[in-house]
């Protein structure tokens, strides 16, 4: 059995490092899938896995020459930094698309709340690190490890991975060798980070007395006074002579009204017209159109009858439509006509793993699946028009990704000087490819790169990257958690990160509540988004029973996830000198 004990003492073999990683990788996700309460830690839970086998090794005294740890540290740093990468880019692929539109009309509102949670969660970082850990002087050597550590218990206190490996990155460009292990404060804070946001939740719908009965009526009042174009269905008698012998497209043209005759009375014959159909005087036509046009069509086609459709020559079905129709990219929901035109009902878009609401001025990407509701028909109608052809989608396009990652970390590199700060600032490895892939994903398709990716290969691509991040740091950090979980600063970070996590949310919960007067189901997604944090939204999603949680989290989760990574490690590039 030598060979089975060298295979996982032999800290410089490939077969190893495979094997640890392997091990670690594995035994985390199926910790992670333990539900408590209906909460679970998910891919988080290799981090802790990470770290007892860290801890498992360093008891041991079995340790690579090169960094002390269960493997050699070079190459789990190379496979940290990589997995840090594959992570954010593909996240900056999945919410440029809405980056740049969720800052409109009501989502401005919704994004200043967030960004308000956001700036709070550090200032509150900032405020305790100075009550509890800072020694006086400068902030350098013992305070600025005491201060690294912080971030890493703020990215814990707000569920936030990424911002994590933002953190860990630029305390390497920091302190190099002696960087330190920031994930052992982002453990700690973690899992009261998943229960506080929860709890923060409720308590600010007790603070400003909010029913849930008056908040659904609220839903049901906004949509009641929708502004957009009311879709409108009649039965018209075709009087006009000048009309005889024409096609529905041409008096379509003619009179300058979009609408859709979905159903054709002729010589007492029933058929589903298309846009060649020519009309005879006395046909009778079922019309799907906008309200506001109604009155025009009918002035210039006849006047408007009573017609009774059997009901079973409509067959109405409920379709997942693909967009991969390159005319379509770009257009928002309402500029489609869907409801007034093709008598369809959008009632919501997939887009990578977010469930969004299928608002007007939503606009449409290459890879979103709409879920269409309407006659079979028409529905049909829109699905050609969107493209629905999976065969176009179903090859990752590797060449989109690697290009954005070459750019991005390019970009990462460049040294930005900012007045008073003693090194130039960099973006750095998740900085960079971060905001390179939100323009990607935002206006890419108007330089013709497609970096689409299929919603199971970014997310292949994203949990592979996070979760060799996660066993990294997982492993590297476990030598030292125990000294700083038992003898060291542990405790503090566990409720300092509680404090992190329910300030900003309470403060901020009350006055989107009572002064931006957003919709408490809203709200609730708000605060998830702005935490990015999926089983708030699940716990959100369970209280409402609506579409208003996952309309709030879609809407903030772009710059909110953006500004997570940032700030974390702003706080140390700026603040941080050795």
Known sequence: MDWLYGLFTNTESVGHIV??????????????????????????????????????????????????????????????????????????????????????????????????????????????????????????????????????????????????????????????????????????????????????????????????????????????????????????????????????????????????????????????????????????????????????????????????????????????????????????????????????TVTRIRRGDLNLYAEQNLRLQIGDRIVVNGPEDQVDRVAAIMGNSVKKLNHPNLTGIFVGIFVGIIFGAIPVAIPGVPTPVKLGLAGGPLIISILIGAYGWKFKLNAYTTTSANMMLREIGLALFLASVGIKAGAQFLETVVDGDGIHYVWCGFLITIVPILIMGIIGRKIAKINYFTLMGLIAGSNTDPPALAFANQTAGNDAPAVGYSTVYPLSMFLRILTAQLIILLLCTV
């Not at 350098?140 to 994590?164: E, F, H, Q, R, Y």
């Not at 980070?193 to 049901?220: C, F, H, N, P, W």
């Open 19 to 344: 094997v640890i990683y392997a091990l670690v990788i594995s035994v985390g996700l199926l910790l992670g899938r333990i539900k408590l309460a209906g909460i679970s830690l998910g891919v988080t839970f290799v981090l802790f896995a990470g770290i007892l086998l860290g801890h498992i090794y360093h008891a041991a005294g079995i340790e690579s020459e090169v960094g002390g740890y269960a493997a050699p540290g070079n190459v789990l740093t190379f496979i940290q930094d990589f997995g840090l990468i594959l992570f954010v880019y593909c996240i900056g692929l999945q919410v440029g698309p809405g980056f740049f539109e969720s800052f409109k009309t009501g989502g401005l509102k919704m994004n200043a709340i967030a960004v308000g949670i956001i700036l709070l969660n550090v200032a509150c970082c900032i405020c305790l690190y100075f009550a509890v850990f800072y020694k006086g002087g400068p902030i350098s050597g013992k305070n600025s490890i005491d201060l690294a550590m912080m971030v890493g218990v703020l990215c814990g206190a707000i569920t936030n991975t990424p911002g994590l490996g933002a953190a860990t990155e630029a305390c390497n460009n920091i302190f190099g060798t002696n960087a330190p292990s920031i994930a052992n404060g982002y453990a700690c804070a973690y899992p009261l980070g998943v229960v506080g946001i929860i709890l923060a939740t409720m308590v600010v719908r007790y603070l400003t007395r909010t029913s849930l009965k008056d908040a659904q009526k609220e839903i049901e009042d906004e949509k009641a006074a929708n502004p957009h174009a009311t879709p409108h269905r009649m039965t018209i008698s075709a009087s006009n002579p000048a009309l005889a012998g024409k096609s529905i497209l041409q008096i379509r043209t003619f009179i300058g009204r979009d609408f859709v005759c979905s159903r054709l009375l002729h010589d007492g014959h029933v058929c589903i017209p298309n846009r060649n159909t020519t009309i005879a005087l006395g046909d009778k036509m079922y019309m799907n159109c906008a309200l506001d046009d109604a009155e025009a069509i009918v002035a210039f086609i006849g006047p408007e009858e009573h017609i009774e459709w059997e009901e079973q020559d409509v067959k109405l079905a409920t379709k997942h439509i693909l967009v991969t129709q390159s005319a379509v990219n770009g257009k928002t929901i309402g500029e489609m006509h869907f409801s007034s035109i093709y008598g369809c």
